[in-house]
């Protein structure tokens, strides 16, 4: 076994749980210490030192240290920190909630990387004594869970910080009646009013209070509604720029009396000063007046989407004219899709990062956003987490630098995560429009088939054959299995879709006959067992990672799908009848036109099952 010479004992604990279980059976003595910042290894034969900064180094050190010592008997390392902090955020609020049992899975992950802070976006998913509706019934974690999460986290040299609203994106709460005294629109409170305050005085005090740091982020993006709900009907127009100014003003003022240092995202005051009401107008810049009106705190600035360096340069030089406490915000793209973007997200953080460090930005952030009903699974993030990382500890960064930390730190090749990028990348390049294939095609109607003619661009069937294949042959560790056995099964669900797809639509043609749809009602069964296969792999990663709530959704979804085509085959056999003319196929075959930039689109699941609202 390692023994860990120079440990507290809580120190050995943790060191020995985020090193992979294979490694701690190797003899050998590690000598720590503390000194300069970073990591310091070195081994000879059975003796090895590690010199580390940080609790985070520690961590990191370790990981690198036991990994490498496996199969190298002499080597000497050392890794400096390229920023201050090294954050990950993980959204918990768009309907998965991640059991405290995975939080602190990813504790360990992010501390074998180097992360030295977890931002939890929460939205709504934190307990508020004084309202008992807010999160009700969202599977919000409680005070007790929060402060076990946060203390876990300190072993690790991971902070774990809250990240709420105090503006908009609030719907989930606003949708309660108990909430309407603070009510503006349906995602916006009401800035001004004596309830918005004791309201915000109860938020912040419940958000802040299980945690051990005293960093919060207050969100305050994306408001497009401020001031034009029951705000215009009580006090009539107000600009917005005055209104959010207001809002941050008595937030920032109530953090402080709480002894809290705030961040916020900072895309709405370049949208509220552009002529063209645009986010991130290149064209507005902010003088030294506007700066000092601003109350103390951070600026967040986010951006997921931009390949090219330059971009980020110059947004970084407008953010600094609003604050010298500037963070970036890149993204994993695990967003509105079934599989996370993987080349979209290579491209984003390579840029993104080394703007960042060109400019002098010392906190950057990797977030994990579940947008649309977070049916990416938690664990498809490693590698995505991985290569954000490797840009902390290494002045040039190649995939290959990636890929060789990844497979030494984590225990398995990248194969798999190089793989999942084939759900929806069909350019042969960068996903660099997101199409998001895959879902499209799963949530596809049988009947009204939207993205008809956006399909016929690329050969799905080819590219889903060869990655089914490819599927079957990857290795993982036993905890990241369920997420193999998830996507495999995926991929031959939507493949069994897409010539379902097909099939059915080869009925609307004039000269269709009784074997064409005898072949329709073939390959729609065949997707109904493909479903029935898909389904339980589904409710076992999730399950496996985050809380029942919010399932109900996925279940209405897949079951929706699943009863969807018990109707086709019904209709078919209808129309062998001729009772049915299966009027929905003799639509003019048009492009959808919603999201539609790149090859084939991207879509959310409302915009793909139906062009009927689901609920108005």
């Excluded at 955020?89 to 602190?104: Q, Y």
């Excluded at 994306?222 to 005055?242: I, K, P, S, V």
């Excluded at 069964?525 to 399950?543: G, K």
Aim: glycine fraction near 6%.
């Amino acid at each position: 076994m390692i023994e860990w010479r120079g440990l507290s004992a809580e120190q050995r604990l943790a060191v020995s749980a985020v090193c992979l279980p294979e490694t701690r059976v190797l003899d050998l003595t590690v000598t720590c210490q503390q000194g300069a910042s970073g990591v310091k290894l070195s081994r000879d034969g059975r003796q090895a030192t590690l010199t580390y900064g940080t609790t985070t180094d520690l961590m990191r050190g370790a990981a690198l240290l036991s990994a490498k010592a496996q199969t190298t008997e002499q080597f000497d390392l050392q890794q400096t920190p390229q920023f201050k902090v090294l954050a990950a955020m993980l959204d918990v609020a768009r309907n998965g909630v991640p059991t405290v049992a995975m939080i602190k899975r990813m504790i360990r992950r992010l501390a074998s990387m180097g992360y030295n802070e977890l931002w939890l976006y929460l939205e709504d998913l934190f307990e508020i004594p004084e309202e008992p509706y807010f999160g009700r019934e969202r599977g919000r974690y409680s005070q007790a869970e929060l402060h076990e999460l946060a203390v876990y986290g300190d072993q690790f040299g991971v902070k774990l910080v809250p990240a709420v609203q105090t503006l908009a994106h609030m719907h989930n709460a606003l949708k309660w009646e108990a909430h309407n005294p603070v009510k503006d629109t349906d995602d916006t409170l009401l800035v001004g009013a004596p309830a918005t305050k004791t309201f915000m005085t109860h938020l912040l005090k419940a958000a802040s209070a299980p945690f051990t740091t005293n960093k919060i982020h207050i969100g305050m993006d994306e408001a497009y509604q401020l001031g034009r709900g029951r705000y215009l009907d009580q006090n009539g127009f107000t600009d917005q720029q005055t209104l959010i100014l207001e809002q941050l003003k008595m937030v920032v003022g109530l953090t402080q009396q709480l002894g809290l240092d705030a961040y916020m995202w900072s895309d709405l005051w370049f949208t509220f000063a552009s002529p063209k009401n645009e986010m991130y107008d290149p064209d507005v810049h902010f003088d030294a007046d506007f700066k000092a009106s601003l109350p103390p705190v951070g600026q967040v600035y986010w951006d997921y989407y931009h390949e090219d360096e330059q971009t980020y340069r110059d947004r970084f030089a407008q953010h600094f004219e609003l604050s010298d406490n500037v963070v970036f915000a890149g993204g994993i793209w695990t967003w509105s899709a079934l599989a996370p973007d993987q080349s979209k997200m290579m491209a984003t953080v390579k840029a993104g990062l080394s703007a960042a460090k060109a400019s002098g930005v010392q906190q950057v952030v990797a977030t994990m956003w579940f947008d649309d009903g977070a049916e990416v699974p938690l664990s498809a993030a490693w590698y995505g987490l991985q290569a954000f990382a490797a840009y902390q500890y290494h002045a040039d960064v190649t995939p290959a630098t990636i890929d060789a930390e990844y497979a030494l730190t984590q225990g398995e090749a990248p194969t798999f995560y190089h793989l999942l990028d084939q759900f929806d990348n069909f350019t042969g390049k960068v996903n660099v429009d997101a199409d998001n294939v895959s879902k499209i095609v799963l949530y596809e109607d049988l009947l009204l088939q939207k993205y008809r003619q956006n399909l016929q661009a690329i050969d799905l069937e080819s590219q889903y054959q060869d990655l089914i294949t490819q599927l079957g042959q990857v290795q993982l560790r036993p905890e990241n299995r369920v997420t193999l056995t998830f996507y495999r099964q995926l991929a031959k669900t939507v493949l069994a879709k897409q010539r379902a797809l097909k099939a059915v639509a080869s009925l609307g043609q004039p000269d269709a006959d009784d074997a064409q749809a005898e072949r329709a009602l073939q390959a729609v069964a065949t997707y109904r067992q493909a479903l029935e296969t898909f389904i339980p792999a589904f409710r076992t990663v999730w399950h496996d990672q985050r809380r029942g709530n919010g399932y109900e959704v996925i279940d209405v979804r897949l079951g929706g799908q699943f009863m969807r085509c018990a109707t086709v085959s019904w209709r078919i056999q209808e129309w062998r009848l001729g009772h049915d003319q299966l009027a929905e196929l003799q639509e003019p075959l048009l492009p959808m036109d919603k999201f539609n930039n790149g090859i084939v689109g991207h879509g959310l699941y409302k915009q793909i099952v139906s062009a009927c609202d689901l609920s108005f």
